[in-house]
């Protein structure tokens, strides 16, 4: 099964031998592009790994989406090594947010 959007993402979902099921995903990958990411993720009922190998390049909604999919089980292969950073620093800023938003009362 394969989904296109905006010719600058791709996601496969394919079945391995062991039969773990595993979202390719390729491209570019904008903030167009997280109502079908999200989708294609939700449909899964369990978690999945989701294969970031083929990933040129993802904003920020896409970064958030796949720290909280992280963070409910799924595993992330092959991620490019700006990623984990960018999460890192993705929850460093709302610690911090949260951490205003208790000394602004």
């Known amino acids: 099964m394969s989904r296109e959007t905006s010719m600058t993402c ?3 979902r394919v ?5 773990q099921t595993v ?3 390729s491209g570019r990958i904008g903030g167009d592009d ?4 999200r989708a294609a993720i939700d449909q ?5 790994a989701i294969d970031l190998e083929e990933v040129d390049l993802v904003d920020s909604r896409v970064v958030n989406l796949f720290a909280v999919s992280e963070a409910n089980g ?6 490019p ?5 960018w999460f ?5 800023q709302m610690s911090s947010d949260s951490s205003d938003d208790v000394d602004a009362r």
């Open 10 to 12: 791709r996601v496969d």
């Open 15 to 19: 079945l391995t031998g062991d039969g």
């Open 23 to 25: 979202l390719r995903i």
């Open 34 to 37: 997280v109502d079908v990411l």
């Open 44 to 48: 899964e009922r369990a978690p999945v």
């Open 74 to 79: 799924f595993e992330l292969r092959n991620r």
């Open 81 to 85: 090594a700006y990623i984990p950073e």
């Open 88 to 92: 890192h620093q993705e929850r460093a």
